[in-house]
Every structure is written in C-alpha cells, then in structure tokens.
C-alpha cells in the first residue's frame, strides 16, 4: 500500500520504519523539507517529500505532527485528494506543555473534529493512545494473548476498516471506539490512555470514560509550558 506520513518525529518515524518493514511504500514529510530527512530515508527506503506531496502520494495519509502546528500546514493541503484516500490522525491535545490553548477545544469540541475541520476532511483518529516506543517495539502475531489492542474511531467504517487492517499488521488488535464524535473516548486523560490494555481492556476503559475535560488538560494563561514545566 502507499502511506503517506506528514510528521517524521516520534510518532511518524516510528510509522515510517513499521510500515516499511512491512514493505508499504511510504512518502515521509517533516516541516524543514526533504533533504532535512536523508538519514530516515536512507534507513528505512521511504521516500522523502514535501507535506503537500506526501497528502498526494497516499492510499492513506497519517498525520502526525504536533496539535498546535495543523494551522500551519497548507491551507489546501488535501485539495484534489480522491475522497477514498483515507487521513489518520495521531494527535492529542497538550495544552499546558507544548500546543498552547486551542479555544474550540477548550469551549468542548472533540481534538479529532478540530483536526479535520483544520484540515477540511474526514479523519480516523489512531495511534494516539501508545507510546511512540510501544508503538515500535511491542506488536505481537495476531491471537497472542495479552496482545495491546488500540481503538479507532471515525465516520466512515470504510475507512476505519482500513486503518483496523494495518493496526493489525502492525501487531496490535483494533478496537472500534465508534464515530469520531465518541473519540473523546480515547482522548489524552482518559482511562485508555498510554495504558496498553488487550481489547477486553480497552473495551472496558472506553466504556468508563467521562466526557469531562479535568484542569489537567487544560489550558492556563501561561500555556504553553513545556514537558517538563507544564503552564
Ligand atoms: N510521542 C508519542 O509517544 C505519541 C504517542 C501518540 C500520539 N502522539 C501524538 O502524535 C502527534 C505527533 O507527535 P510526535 O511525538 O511524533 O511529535 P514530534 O516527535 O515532536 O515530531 C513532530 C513532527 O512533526 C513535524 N512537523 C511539525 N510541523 C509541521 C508542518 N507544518 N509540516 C510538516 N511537518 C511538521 C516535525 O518536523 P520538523 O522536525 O521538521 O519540524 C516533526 O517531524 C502529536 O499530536 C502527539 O501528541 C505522540
């Protein structure tokens, strides 16, 4: 399959290196250009790109660049996509370390709704539950037991579909959350959070969720901080 992956940090380059293991063809963009990616490139045999060219180059696109940075990426970043190019987003909200506040999401929109209205297409909210390290280290054939399951939501169950089969792929269980308007449910704070539960768990942690966005997850008047000097 061709990926293509907007975001090469943590969460992107570990994508980059799985799905290229798993011999897809990936096109790997970063904020700085493609020269800027030689060493991954030459790692892993992604193509490097620009982040409007890897939006073109995919069956899917994950984007996977910090919440406070989507408004800096083209304006028309998706224009002309085919409507069957299916967009992951891995991004959660940290307000009070890195993305500053977002005041659609703190009045109570949903981070992947805020996401796709930035980005003007439908997303499949993804990987944003694991540890860039769990990500890349922890997968297991399918049936093992005790196998990390990871939820999924969005929209279009086409397209959620496709995300479920490279989860698996990857190692890890899919679990469907439901419509992007029940992501909240895996949402940073939340009991599926970072946990790395098998799919009874994770079934179980999406069931206990509450909607309620706590101080920590909010933004201050000083946000943001840092990681470790959160505002
Ligand atoms: N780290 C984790 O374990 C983890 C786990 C789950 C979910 N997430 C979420 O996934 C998202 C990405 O996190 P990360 O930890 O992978 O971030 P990261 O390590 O800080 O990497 C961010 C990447 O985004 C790129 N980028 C920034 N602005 C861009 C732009 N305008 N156009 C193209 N590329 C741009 C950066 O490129 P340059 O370096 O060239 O600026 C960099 O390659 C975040 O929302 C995060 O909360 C992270």
């Known amino acids: 399959m061709k990926i293509g992956i907007i975001g090469a940090g943590q969460i992107g380059g570990t994508l980059t290196r799985r799905f290229r293991a798993l011999g897809h ?4 963009a970063n904020s700085r250009g493609p020269a800027t990616l030689a060493d991954l490139a030459k790692e892993t045999g992604a193509k490097p790109v620009t982040a409007r060219e890897a939006a073109r180059a995919g069956e899917v696109v994950v984007v996977t660049i910090p919440q406070g940075k989507i408004p800096n990426l083209p304006k028309d970043l998706f224009a002309g996509v085919p409507e069957s190019v299916v967009v992951i987003d891995t991004g959660n909200y940290y307000p009070r370390q890195r993305d500053g506040k977002i005041a659609e999401i703190e009045a109570g929109m ?32 399918a049936g093992t037991p005790g196998r990390i399951a990871l939820p999924v939501a969005g929209d279009d169950p086409k397209a959620k579909a496709v995300v479920m ?30 946990k790395d539960y098998d ?33």
Do not use: C, M
């Not at 992947?112 to 922890?138: C, D, T």
């Not at 679990?175 to 970072?194: E, I, K």
């Open 199 to 231: 799919a009874d768990g994770v079934k179980r942690a999406l069931g206990q969720a509450s909607k309620e966005r706590t101080a920590e997850w909010r933004a201050t008047e000083k946000s943001p901080g840092s990681f470790a000097q959160p505002a």
């Open 165 to 194: 089969k490279l989860i698996d792929e990857l190692g890890f269980d899919a679990v469907d959350t439901g419509t992007l308007d029940q992501s909240w449910r895996q949402q940073p704070g939340t009991p599926v959070y970072t």
């Open 110 to 141: 949903i981070e992947s709704r805020w996401v796709a209205r930035q980005l003007g297409r439908p997303v499949v909210k993804a990987f944003n539950n694991i540890y860039a390290k769990h990500l890349l280290e922890n997968g297991k054939p």
């Open 25 to 28: 063809e990936v096109f790997v």
